[in-house]
């Protein structure tokens, strides 16, 4: 069958006008008269701005507008107008509202000039004096006014105690009490965030923005602007990564809107690199493991406990500390999540929030355990494995993680190992091994789709989801394709714009699973209306079939049980006088069906290290990641997002750390050079194994996502590889040579 | 009041004689994304730290951005646009696609220019040359390992050739 | 950046006339530190004069022996110059070590010696730096200090100088050529750089109405006993936390000069003759280097977050010296 398309290693659709510099990202869409802006950022962390003069930048010819908290138009009032889709509880942030200063780099003012170098020039003009507050950044030192989060959160979970732990923990023969701590992380997708707001004749905006959801950028103009939703139009087809940077429409949507309705020319505002150290970050967490075991290796006694900072005005919560509720059978769990306000951004979902990191304290944890008890780490998951996530007394719909652990532990050459640290040795290199678990949430969200045939046998399917480089393009096609059996190249798929049908923020694995679905749907429905409609013609082989009784393949639709007998779809249509046929899909996950299972999915991470005995250079010379993740939509673009979580593992077990200077209460190595991410010279072997798991309960396709996966468990088995080389245990990212010289 | 003095020079862009008047301020990153909207050429940091604007000047790989327009009066300019040779892809525009060498694309015409700017200079021999003279550009999504491939068969195909 | 007026030279003096008829000017020529400076307000010249067009692209034979690199010669041609890689093998490490191929294509050799610092604070405008205004203050000194001076420093500076490439001329004692209004001088690059002391304002000795045009290499390469080695965060593109440039002139296993200059770690390469000389007559080995390698670090005084490169710096001039005696590959 020439139609079969999904799960094979299918070219991405838009790979064409990638490698050509035709895909157009936000800043790069350009209209007549466009005049761009430029941000300034506050230097101080907080206080209040005592003075602003814009004299020397408005006396500039070309130079439009400098937007303070002096001139700016009030905007709604209510919190809930600035609510947007993955808003934490609080009162969201509201730029040049007024003359306070909340956190370092806050935007304070924005320059409009005719050329984006005259803009830049104009903002250098602009002086600033402000009054200083004494400020509280550090968490550490402020744990003392930890408080429970309260308030819900999409896809947040509160901690979840089961049994008796601290009876479990004394009684237990083994025990581990441990710290674990890592550093701030920015999601810096290459493309700096954007925003293009052209303001229309009649009122209306359209707006291009770098959002993984312009459903949730025109609801947050329309709320805080008072704006018609119908009036706005919001497109984004292609966005230069984000990670969970664009899940929140950011600061410069505001501003470029702000500027466009005011002057009412259209406005760009493109942040700085600099700039994207300013709005969010994966936020700090100390955290603390306590395990019990009984002799044989069997948990008796988790406690999890994790301490994470957010800002003054919102309470950010992610999934820190539930993983250690819900990987391993052990019945008595206490998991304690604790924020603390500080004075900066609201942290941010940067990819596999909370799992990253409650993950990665977790599994270094288990290694540690494994040792205490002389028992191979692998061993000792298996000896605590579960089918049921005890957390929510659910069995979990599927969990191949055991043919993970198999699958990896083969190709790695597990068994091999020696598990004496500084047993392995290649010149001044002490080689390591280590591994963990990794976990993240299968979700499926609703979503729609809208699909049309046209009687020359094309079809166009639209959502307005968003493709962050995850693919969505490219399924969207193959699914549409092979539901109708047409070829791919009739097949375009169309996202990223808020006239599309509504799908929700493409954020937390759940597109494919969604959006795919919804493709799916409306294709169906099509392919019942064609089957319908052949029916009608004359002398209709196909006449009282049903869709059990045809496939669509190769254009055409065909009987099941005399493959001879098919009609190309064309010829339908053009028969029946068809011009198109126009569908839509409304898909709602099964909750009666969901509710009943735990769903996630699952892998297990193998990695060698090489460490230089003397100068502490770490080099990961070898990762294996067998992944648990439901039907594999594209085997091709599958793999690669794998690869992509493997490569952020890496990065931030050995690299990436925002610092903040608590002098300033600043990230002081806001740019790519002092922050440092994995560049091609970190990454060598990388090996993804995808595992068979079937699974019809976390969505109707058997797809579970595969966004995070690839990420969670990285760090830990990078870690405790590096404790296998060395003797060392660093429970502090990133692992820099210093800490293991 | 006026900001900025302008000077006339002459580009030759994709093969294309251009005689442009430019401000003495504009990189040659903004100036052909903002004013010829020759956007294929990538703005990642506009410090020369993340190679997503790299393009072939007078064939060799270097950073628009960290480059003031004015100073390449005469210079031949290859961007992204100027690879393929019509609706042919260039075979390393073909391979990025066959490899999956990346995801959101956004660094994409940087690794490429940057890929032919290697094969040019002919002093990448390794597999550990190809990623060390590659780390110039910096890919957010991971796709290191398949550009790696893309590079080592685009070498092959040199060394025959 | 800020407005500024631009002009092209047509040769060195007429630079050094543009030079000194505008107020605040500087040259450009690579630009890709300049540049980079400008677009965040560090630096901020109201005059560029393009010396692109003073020649000065060229490496050529010296009488008595070396060679003289052009200053305008690109670090990729440089590092690449068969002659260079042939018998100054040291130097063509020190610069590929640096930066990328991109930024190399582009960066010239006497602009690559003229970069400033990547300490954090002097990039950031919202704080204090002596070196971008003097007498702010620093905030290194109890800030974050990773990629900060253990040599050499002073309670107004401990910024480093970020070069690979000074590094290895430090060790090949280079001389840097340079005109001005009064003439030719020679400066040997070791007494190029400066210490911060009260002034950290000023890198180098050079003068502000001078031009480089030359970098002169010695006869003497160290072309068969040599080592550049370099410790960093990540495995390319990033500055140094420790380098060390080694060359040893052997005689069967007896070292007759040893040169080591360390990068990183100062405000400008660090030598120290004196500890270098103690190797002379000694053999290579790892006891003796263990010696030089203590010598070379006394004295040396990290800060909150860069003790840790005093014993890098110790293990790092031991590793380099065996790689350099070929002891150890």
């Not at chain 3, 631009?6 to 030079?19: C, E, F, G, M």
Request: charged share 25%; proline share 4%; hydrophobic share 40%.
């Amino acid at each position: 069958m020439a139609t079969d398309f999904i799960g094979k290693p299918k070219n991405r659709v838009d790979g064409r006008v990638k490698v050509t510099g035709k895909a157009q990202y936000t800043a790069e869409f350009h209209v007549p008269g466009l005049t761009h802006g430029v941000v300034i950022s506050s230097a101080v962390a907080k206080g209040k701005i005592s003075k602003i003069d814009t004299s020397k930048a408005l006396a500039l010819d070309g130079v439009l507008q400098v937007f303070t908290h002096e001139n700016t138009p009030k905007q709604a009032w209510l919190d809930l107008s600035y609510k947007d889709m993955d808003a934490p509880p609080g009162s969201p942030f509201r730029p040049l509202q007024d003359n306070k200063i909340r956190f370092s780099m806050q935007p304070v003012a924005l320059v409009v000039a005719e050329t984006p170098e005259l803009a830049r020039y104009a903002a250098m003009l602009v002086e600033i004096s402000y009054t200083e507050e004494s400020f509280e950044t550090k968490l550490i030192d402020n744990l003392d006014r930890n408080f429970a989060g309260k308030g819900w959160r999409a896809g947040y979970e509160p901690p979840k105690s089961r049994g008796d732990f601290k009876e479990a923990y004394e009684q237990a023969a083994v025990k581990l009490d441990v710290e674990y701590f890592h550093g701030a992380e920015h999601h810096n997708p290459m493309e700096m965030h954007a925003s293009v707001v052209i303001y229309e004749e009649d009122g209306g905006l359209t707006i291009y923005d770098k959002t993984q959801g312009v459903k949730n950028s025109q609801h947050y103009v329309a709320m805080v602007f008072g704006i018609s939703r119908s009036k706005i139009r919001v497109l984004s087809p292609f966005v230069g990564g984000a990670f969970g940077s664009a899940l929140r429409p950011q600061y410069q949507l505001f501003l470029a809107t702000l500027a466009a309705l005011e002057l009412k020319r259209p406005v760009k505002v493109e942040l700085s690199r600099q700039q994207m150290f300013s709005f969010g970050h994966r936020p700090i967490t100390i955290q603390r493991l306590m395990l019990g075991a009984s002799a044989d290796g069997t948990l008796t006694a988790i406690r999890h406990s994790a301490y994470s900072e957010t800002s003054r005005f919102e309470n950010y919560m992610e999934n820190v500390v539930n993983w250690s509720g819900k990987m391993y059978k052990c019945e008595n769990v206490e998991e304690v999540y604790k924020l603390v306000k500080l004075d900066m951004y609201t942290p941010l979902d940067m990819r596999a929030p909370g799992g990253a990191t409650g993950v990665y304290a977790l599994e270094c944890a288990m290694d540690e355990l494994a040792y205490a008890l002389k028992m191979d780490p692998l061993q000792l998951r298996l000896k605590n494995y579960t089918d049921e996530d005890m957390s929510k007394g659910k069995p979990f719909s599927s969990k191949e993680l055991l043919a993970c652990y198999r699958q990896g532990a083969e190709r790695f050459g597990w068994e091999k190992r020696n598990p004496e640290p500084r047993s392995m040795k290649e010149g001044h290199n002490y080689v390591g091994w280590g591994m963990a678990t990794g976990i993240w949430d299968a979700m499926q969200v609703p979503a729609r789709c809208q699909a049309v045939l046209s009687v020359d046998g094309k079809l166009k399917v639209s959502s307005a989801t968003a493709d962050i480089g995850t693919g969505t393009y490219t399924i969207m096609t193959q699914i549409a394709a092979e539901t109708l059996g047409l070829p791919l190249e009739n097949v375009e798929a169309k996202l990223g714009d808020s006239s599309m049908p509504f799908a929700f923020i493409e954020g937390g694995s759940t597109t494919a699973a969604s959006v795919g679905t919804a493709v799916k749907y409306v294709c169906d429905k099509i392919a019942e209306n064609l089957l319908k409609e052949a029916a009608k013609m004359e002398n209709s082989p196909f006449c009282g079939a049903d869709m059990e009784d045809v496939v669509f393949e190769d254009g055409t639709i065909r009987l099941k049980r005399e493959p001879a007998v098919s009609v190309a779809i064309t010829e339908i249509m053009r028969n029946r006088g068809l011009h198109s046929i126009k569908k839509k899909s409304t898909v709602v996950p099964n909750m009666l069906k969901q509710k009943s299972y735990a769903r996630n999915t699952h892998s297990a991470v193998f990695a060698e290290v090489k460490v230089d005995e003397d100068l502490g250079t770490i080099k990961v010379t070898r990762v294996v990641s067998a992944v648990a993740g439901g039907r594999i939509l594209n085997a091709k673009t599958a793999h690669s997002q794998i690869l992509g979580g493997v490569v952020w593992g890496i990065s931030m077990a050995l690299e990436e750390d925002s610092f903040m200077d608590h002098n300033f209460g600043r990230f002081i190595n806001h740019d790519l050079e002092k922050y440092h991410m994995a560049v091609n010279a970190d990454i060598n072997d990388i090996e993804v194994i995808f595992v068979k798991e079937e699974d019809k309960v976390v969505s109707p396709m058997g797809v579970k996502g595969l966004g995070e996966i690839g990420l969670v468990g990285v760090a830990s088995a990078i870690g405790n590889a590096v404790y296998h080389a060395t003797g060392r245990r660093v429970r502090n990212l990133p692992i820099t040579p210093d800490k293991v010289m | 009041m006026s900001s900025i003095s302008k000077e006339k020079i002459t580009l030759k862009i994709n093969g294309t004689e251009q005689q442009l008047e430019v401000e003495v301020w504009t990189s040659l990153l903004d100036l052909l994304r903002e004013q010829l909207h020759l956007t294929g050429t990538k703005k990642g940091c506009d410090h020369g730290q993340c190679g997503a604007c790299t393009l072939l000047l007078d064939g060799k790989r270097i950073n628009s951005c960290l480059t003031l327009a004015v100073m390449h009066d005469g210079s031949e300019i290859t961007t992204i646009e100027g690879i393929a040779n019509g609706d042919e892809l260039h075979p390393v525009q073909q391979a990025f696609i066959e490899h999956d060498a990346f995801q959101c694309g956004y660094c994409t015409p940087g690794q490429i220019c940057s890929t032919i700017g290697l094969i040019n200079e002919g002093k990448a021999k390794t597999l550990d040359d190809i990623r060390d003279l590659m780390s110039g550009n910096v890919c957010r999504c991971g796709a290191y390992s398949n550009i790696v491939k893309v590079v080592q068969e685009a070498l092959e195909r040199s060394e025959q050739a | 950046m800020r407005s500024f007026t631009y002009t092209r030279a047509k040769d060195v003096p007429s630079a050094l006339q543009d030079l000194s008829s505008h107020q605040d000017a500087k040259f450009i020529a690579g630009g890709t530190n300049l540049l980079d400076l400008m677009k965040i307000d560090v630096m901020k010249p109201r005059h560029l004069v393009d010396i692109t067009g003073l020649g000065m692209k060229s490496i050529e034979e010296r009488k008595g022996g070396g060679l003289r690199l052009g200053a305008l010669v690109t670090n990729a041609d440089t590092a690449y110059h068969e002659q260079v890689e042939k018998r100054y093998p040291l130097l063509s490490h020190a610069i590929l070590a640096g930066a990328s191929a991109q930024l190399r294509n582009k960066a010239t050799d006497a602009g690559n010696l003229l970069q400033r610092t990547r300490c954090y604070y002097f990039y950031d405008t919202a704080t204090p730096c002596n070196k971008r205004e003097p007498g702010s203050g620093c905030s290194a000194i109890n800030g974050y200090n990773r990629n900060h001076a253990i040599l050499g420093h002073s309670e107004h500076c401990i910024a480093t100088h970020p070069s690979d490439m000074a590094v290895g001329l430090a060790a090949l004692e280079a001389t840097i050529r340079v005109t001005g209004p009064q003439g030719e001088r020679e400066i040997p690059i070791a007494d190029f750089y400066r210490l911060p002391g009260d002034m950290p304002q000023k890198d180098t000795n050079l003068g502000e109405d001078e031009i480089i045009t030359a970098i002169d290499l010695p006869s003497r390469g160290f072309a068969d006993n040599y080592a550049y080695l370099k410790n960093r965060d990540r495995a390319s593109y990033a500055f140094a936390l420790v380098s060390v440039a080694a060359g040893l002139e052997m005689d069967g296993d007896t070292i007759k000069e040893a040169r080591i200059a360390l990068g990183g770690v100062a405000h400008k390469p660090w030598r120290k003759p004196e500890a270098e000389a103690m190797l002379v007559g000694k053999k290579a080995n790892r006891e003796n280097f263990m010696t030089v390698a203590d010598a070379y670090v006394q004295g040396a005084a990290g800060f909150k977050y860069n003790e840790f490169k005093i014993e890098l710096a110790r293990r790092s001039i031991v590793r380099a010296l065996m790689q350099a005696a070929k002891i150890d590959q």
